[in-house]
C-alpha cells in the first residue's frame, strides 16, 4: 500500500541486493523498476548507495526515485540485520539527494523478523528512532511472524502525507481488517501470552538454527560459504561462482530428486541493469522444519553439492 501511495509506473525504488522476492513482486506488478544496494554483513554498502545515488542523478533518473526498501532485521533472504548506524548514515545520503530529486526520499524498514532475535538481550533500534529522521521512515511491521502465522495482521508507522493516503488505500483494498483477529491481538498483547510465545520462537528457532548449522558444518563441502544467522529463519549460502543455483541449473534440479527445496538466490535479485544478477547462492530456511528434517534435509543437499563440486 506504502508502495502504491507513493510510486507512479516507470519510478524507481532502490532495494538491497539480494531482497525479498516477493516485494520485487509487487514492483513488477506496479509496472515499477528497482536499483540494486549491494549488502555487507552489517547492512547496505553504503559507498554503494552513494555511487548508485550519483548515477541515477548523473543520468536525469534521480527524480524518480521514490523511497528505498530494506528488510532491516534478520533479512529475507540473507539473515543480515542491517546496523543502527548504517541507518542513521543510509537517511543521511537520501536527504542530500533530495534537492535534486525535487521531492521526498523514504526509507521503508519492513521489521517483519524484528522479534525474531536468538539473544533477547542484542537488539538494534529502528530508523524510527534516527533523530530527525520520523518525517522520511516508514515503519512496516507484523503480528503474524513472531506470534501466529495464520493471524494475517501487520501494522505500519507512517509519517503524513503518507499516512493519510496509505489510509484511504487500505479502506479500497478490503474495507478495513478483521475486527475478530485485531480482538484477539489486542487481548494476547494486554494479557502477557504475547510476549510469552514470542520467548518461546525465539528459543525455538535458535535452537532449529543451532541444528541446521551442525548439519551444514558436517554435511556441506568446504567451498561453500554460507552466513550464520542472528534470528529469523534463514541461512545463506555461496557456491563458486561459477556453479549455478539457480531454476534451470543441475544443482536445483538434482535438489528436488532428492526431495530437497531451497529459495534459488537469483529469485531475490532485481532485474537491474547496472549488474549481472549472481546465480550462485541459495536460501535454505529452517522455520516450518521439524529437526529431524533438517539435518536429513542439509544431509541429502550437502550429497548433492559434494556431487556436483
Same mark, same amino acid.
Given at each position: 500500500?506504502?508502495?502504491?501511495?507513493?510510486?507512479?509506473?516507470?519510478?524507481?525504488?532502490?532495494?538491497?541486493?539480494?531482497?525479498?522476492?516477493?516485494?520485487?513482486?509487487?514492483?513488477?506488478?506496479?509496472?515499477?523498476?528497482?536499483?540494486?544496494?549491494?549488502?555487507?554483513?552489517?547492512?547496505?554498502?553504503?559507498?554503494?548507495?552513494?555511487?548508485?545515488?550519483?548515477?541515477?542523478?548523473?543520468?536525469?533518473?534521480?527524480?524518480?526515485?521514490?523511497?528505498?526498501?530494506?528488510?532491516?532485521?534478520?533479512?529475507?533472504?540473507?539473515?543480515?540485520?542491517?546496523?543502527?548506524?548504517?541507518?542513521?548514515? =543510509?537517511?543521511? +545520503?537520501?536527504?542530500? /539527494?533530495? $534537492? &535534486?530529486?525535487?521531492?521526498? #526520499? *523514504?526509507?521503508?524498514?519492513? @521489521?517483519?523478523?524484528?522479534?525474531?532475535?536468538?539473544?533477547?538481550?542484542?537488539?538494534?533500534?529502528?530508523?524510527?528512532?534516527?533523530?530527525?529522521?520520523?518525517?522520511?521512515?516508514?515503519?512496516?511491521?507484523?503480528?503474524?511472524?513472531?506470534?501466529?502465522?495464520?493471524?494475517?495482521?501487520?501494522?505500519?508507522?507512517?509519517?503524513?502525507?503518507?499516512?493519510?493516503?496509505?489510509?484511504?488505500?487500505?479502506?479500497?483494498?478490503?474495507?478495513?481488517? =478483521?475486527?475478530? +483477529?485485531?480482538?484477539? /491481538?489486542? $487481548? &494476547?498483547?494486554?494479557?502477557? #501470552? *504475547?510476549?510469552?510465545?514470542? @520467548?518461546?520462537?525465539?528459543?525455538?528457532?535458535?535452537?532449529?538454527?543451532?541444528?541446521?548449522?551442525?548439519?551444514?558444518?558436517?554435511?556441506?563441502?568446504?567451498?561453500?560459504?554460507?552466513?550464520?544467522?542472528?534470528?529469523?529463519?534463514?541461512?545463506?549460502?555461496?557456491?563458486?561462482?561459477?556453479?549455478?543455483?539457480?531454476?534451470?541449473?543441475?544443482?536445483?534440479?538434482?535438489?528436488?530428486?532428492?526431495?530437497?527445496?531451497?529459495?534459488?538466490?537469483?529469485?531475490?535479485?532485481?532485474?537491474?541493469?547496472? $549488474?549481472?544478477?549472481?546465480?550462485?547462492?541459495?536460501?535454505?530456511?529452517?522455520?516450518?522444519?521439524?529437526?529431524?528434517?533438517?539435518?536429513?534435509?542439509?544431509?541429502?543437499?550437502?550429497?548433492?553439492?559434494?556431487?556436483?563440486?
Amino acid at each position: 500500500m506504502t508502495t502504491e501511495a507513493l510510486c507512479d509506473e516507470g519510478d524507481i525504488v532502490l532495494v538491497e541486493d539480494p531482497t525479498y522476492f516477493v516485494y520485487l513482486g509487487i514492483l513488477q506488478s506496479r509496472g515499477l523498476r528497482a536499483r540494486g544496494v549491494r549488502l555487507e554483513r552489517d547492512g547496505l554498502d553504503l559507498a554503494h548507495l552513494e555511487s548508485v545515488l550519483q548515477s541515477l542523478k548523473r543520468s536525469g533518473e534521480l527524480r524518480r526515485v521514490k523511497m528505498i526498501y530494506l528488510v532491516s532485521y534478520f533479512q529475507n533472504p540473507t539473515g543480515v540485520t542491517t546496523s543502527f548506524v548504517k541507518k542513521v548514515e =543510509a537517511l543521511k +545520503l537520501l536527504k542530500r /539527494f533530495e $534537492r &535534486a530529486a525535487g521531492h521526498p #526520499i *523514504y526509507l521503508l524498514e519492513d @521489521a517483519a523478523y524484528r522479534e525474531l532475535r536468538f539473544d533477547p538481550a542484542a537488539a538494534e533500534k529502528s530508523a524510527l528512532a534516527v533523530p530527525g529522521a520520523a518525517d522520511r521512515v516508514i515503519y512496516a511491521g507484523t503480528f503474524t511472524k513472531p506470534f501466529a502465522t495464520g493471524a494475517r495482521v501487520g501494522y505500519g508507522v507512517l509519517p503524513e502525507p503518507v499516512f493519510t493516503a496509505v489510509k484511504h488505500i487500505k479502506g479500497n483494498h478490503d474495507f478495513g481488517t =478483521a475486527n475478530l +483477529l485485531q480482538q484477539l /491481538f489486542v $487481548r &494476547a498483547l494486554a494479557s502477557g #501470552i *504475547y510476549e510469552q510465545q514470542v @520467548a518461546r520462537l525465539q528459543k525455538r528457532y535458535a535452537h532449529k538454527a543451532r541444528v541446521m548449522k551442525l548439519a551444514i558444518q558436517k554435511h556441506f563441502p568446504p567451498t561453500v560459504e554460507w552466513w550464520e544467522p542472528e534470528g529469523g529463519m534463514y541461512f545463506w549460502a555461496r557456491l563458486p561462482r561459477n556453479v549455478p543455483t539457480g531454476v534451470k541449473s543441475k544443482v536445483f534440479s538434482t535438489a528436488l530428486k532428492s526431495d530437497v527445496l531451497y529459495v534459488p538466490g537469483e529469485i531475490c535479485y532485481a532485474d537491474d541493469p547496472a $549488474r549481472r544478477k549472481p546465480n550462485h547462492e541459495m536460501r535454505i530456511s529452517f522455520g516450518n522444519a521439524s529437526e529431524q528434517d533438517i539435518r536429513e534435509g542439509i544431509k541429502r543437499l550437502g550429497k548433492v553439492l559434494r556431487k556436483i563440486l
